[in-house]
């Protein structure tokens, strides 16, 4: 199972970012997809999920800026960032789980390398 993050950068305050996970093969179908982020210092926190049916779950600090959406025919789950701020700065990583609905880093059982979002202000 392998899972490949992407589409980080440098951003402005208040610009956007589109975040990709490539997930390999049968990783993809059935599960669903988080994105956690870690950044300096602190510990790593659940920003948002899609359940296999295509449910929804955000953080309360990202929730009306955040959007997750998964596309089945791609293997590829994406995270599309807008009204970025520098609190959002961190590594992003995507996951998978078999565990539906949850925010808990400890039912993800596999993880993406990780994308560094860099927000300036």
């Known amino acids: 199972v392998q899972l490949q993050a992407s589409g980080g950068g440098l951003v402005q305050a208040g610009g956007s970012l589109r975040l990709s996970c490539a997930a390999s093969?049968?990783?993809?179908?059935?599960?669903?997809m988080g994105w956690f982020r870690q950044a300096p210092g602190k510990e790593r926190e659940f920003v948002a999920a899609?359940?296999?049916?295509?449910?929804?779950y955000y953080a309360d600090s990202v929730k009306g800026r955040f959007t997750v959406s998964r596309d089945s025919a791609k293997n590829t789950v994406y995270l599309q960032m807008n009204n970025l701020n520098p609190e959002d700065t961190a590594v992003y990583y995507c996951a998978r789980t078999a565990v539906t609905g949850t925010l808990n880093a400890r039912f993800y059982d596999y993880w993406g390398q990780g994308t560094l979002v860099t927000v300036s202000s």
């Open positions: 899609v359940s296999s049916g295509g449910t929804t």
């Open positions: 093969g049968r990783s993809f179908s059935g599960y669903g």
